[in-house]
């Protein structure tokens, strides 16, 4: 869940330069920009999306973001957040992980959190300040913000020493400050000065092994300890912000570091005493056999002799005649509704025993009102529905010593093309613009940039530009419209219409981007003199002094 130059290195011409792909949506007052949700487009070769969260992902087509690995259209869930960032509105952050608690949380007041993490690999840049707004605006809207240098990362993953470390991660600092973190209302931190995020990635280290690492980031014989330690260090980072209190928390990321969500989801359902599931009789059942399970017994007026209590036997023989399911998943769930004969088929809340201590377990059949069964490893309610359940199996666990997590969020924004229209390197400078970049010399990148104009000006006029292939236009939806949409389209529109050049539009994002760093660059100053008085130590203990 770092940032750090690699994460945005990842945009080739041919693969994800139409970031910003499809029409303008007129009919969508949301819109701020052309860029649309499943935008990008086939690369040959680029049959599958690769997410690797140190490497240089390249990803074809986002909507394969959403069929391989699960990730949902941001699109769907938008219209429940309130005051949308324009990234959100331009479909920049395109896709999310379960984003619902953290837009509900929101519109109630309710606690919540977003967090992100920058390895300090080198110069922060305009494809980091995606990040760094994210992170401002879930603070702005009431969230709990936290901010942090991978140190530990950069020194294991990355080989930089800790006087680099320390350089870069001032610039991090500087540039977020700049761009409108509250450091007396967030928290900064480095991994190597906090004791807390250290202690939880031991205790998150016992529920995952080797083999699991090696599955998910292609670890070796050669990958050494520190590197894979770091793993558990960055699932501490996602969790921490719920270490005094469970809440919703979200991670603004790149989608190369999905990997990282997906772990983090899992071991934040390790920890839990208690899953909280839906069962239909004693036996175990998952998920597609608990989804024949309630077809059966929403049908039970079809088969059962007493409709108020249906027999798991008289299911089986219904689901034997009447389910066009899976045969696998019929014939085993069929298998456990005979086994159980006679028994009611009822649907009821069950408590599954996860990790919790045997006086947690006797707090929760204390806790649990109404009729319920109790089973050596599992607590069957049939008073209490799904969130009331959770909340109750949360509340035994937090009063008895457990941590009481709940799944971290994640929402992904596209990679930013590099100006010369290849990707964006900070080993080529002049793909990228560093927000520690003279004024002057982003002016005269932005007027070299690579674009998406016709040959001549008479074919620009006749047939409009492609705006959806240009990185300049990407500076203008990505950072230099700001938060007017209004003038993202009307830039839109003129070039797509003919009307605008590139000459000239190259001009003004020119001059744009050179008043934005000469703005970012005074307020970095700023807060330069005030460093010493924030909670975060910029001068690293581990760095050689120069006595050494």
């Known amino acids: ?12 011409p041919d693969e994800d330069r139409r970031q910003s792909g499809g029409e303008w949506r007129e009919s969508d007052a949301r819109s701020g920009g052309p860029i649309v949700p499943d935008g990008g487009t086939e690369a040959e070769g680029a049959d599958e999306a690769t997410l690797d969260p140190w490497g240089s992902s390249t990803i074809a087509d986002y909507r394969k973001l959403f069929e391989q690995f699960g990730i949902e259209e941001f699109d769907e869930v938008l ?8 990234l959100m509105r331009r479909g920049v952050i395109f896709g999310h992980r379960d984003y619902r608690p953290v837009a509900d949380a929101m519109r109630n007041d309710d606690p919540f959190a977003a967090l992100s993490g920058f390895m300090p690999t080198g110069d922060p840049h305009i494809g980091h300040k995606l990040v760094f707004d994210e992170i401002i605006w879930h603070q702005q809207q009431g969230g709990d913000a936290y901010a942090l240098i991978a140190d530990l990362e950069a020194h294991s993953a990355r080989g930089l020493s800790w006087d680099e470390i320390d350089e870069h991660a001032t610039n991090y600092i500087l540039s977020l400050l700049a761009l409108g973190f509250d450091p007396d209302e967030g928290t900064l931190y480095r991994q190597s000065d906090n004791r807390a995020v250290q202690d939880l990635a031991f205790e998150l280290g016992a529920e995952a092994n080797f083999s699991e690492l090696q599955a998910i980031y292609d670890f070796d014989g050669e990958t050494d300890v520190s590197h894979m330690q770091s793993v558990v260090t960055q699932m501490a980072d996602i969790l921490y912000p719920q270490l005094d209190e469970p809440k919703p928390t979200v991670i603004p990321v790149g989608p190369d570091q999905d990997p990282h969500m997906r772990l983090a989801r899992d071991l934040a359902a390790r920890m839990r005493y208690f899953g909280v599931t839906e069962a239909f009789a004693s036996f175990e059942a998952d998920a597609v056999e608990r989804t024949l399970l309630r077809q059966a017994y929403d049908a039970r007026e079809e088969y059962a002799e007493d409709a108020d209590r249906p027999r798991c036997g008289e299911a089986a023989d219904w689901l034997r005649d009447h389910q066009p399911a899976p045969a696998d998943a019929r014939q085993s769930v069929v298998a456990k509704l005979d086994e159980a004969g006679k028994e009611p088929l009822r649907p009821r809340i069950r408590f599954l025993d996860r990790n919790a201590t045997e006086v947690a377990f006797e707090a929760l059949i204390e806790t649990i009102d109404g009729e319920k069964r109790v089973y050596d490893e599992h607590i069957d309610t049939f008073d209490l529905d799904h969130a ?15 941590y009481g997590f709940q799944p971290p969020s994640s929402i992904y924004h596209r990679f930013m093309t590099g100006l010369t229209g290849g990707k964006m390197s900070s080993s080529i400078p002049a793909s990228h613009i560093s927000l520690l970049d003279d004024p002057e010399d982003g002016y005269d990148k932005v007027k070299s940039a690579t674009t998406g104009g016709r040959s001549t000006a008479e074919e620009q006029r006749e047939k409009g530009g492609k705006a959806d292939e240009c990185p300049v236009y990407e500076l203008y939806a990505y950072l230099l419209s700001g938060d007017d949409d209004e003038f993202a389209k009307e830039v839109y529109d003129e070039c797509v219409g003919g009307e605008r050049l590139c000459g000239g539009c190259k001009e003004q994002a020119a001059e744009l981007m050179a008043e ?25 203990d581990r760095a050689p002094t120069s006595a050494d």
Not at 79 to 86: D, L, W
């Open 1 to 12: 869940m770092t940032t750090d130059d690699s994460h945005h290195d990842d945009a080739s």
């Open 79 to 86: 219209p429940e957040v309130p005051n949308p960032h324009y």
């Open 388 to 402: 009331e359940a959770e909340e109750l199996a949360r509340q035994v666990e937090l009063d008895n010593g457990g």
């Open 516 to 540: 934005f760093l000469e703005d970012h660059q005074e307020k970095r100053e700023e807060w330069e003199d005030k460093l010493d008085e924030l909670d975060i130590d910029l001068d690293s």
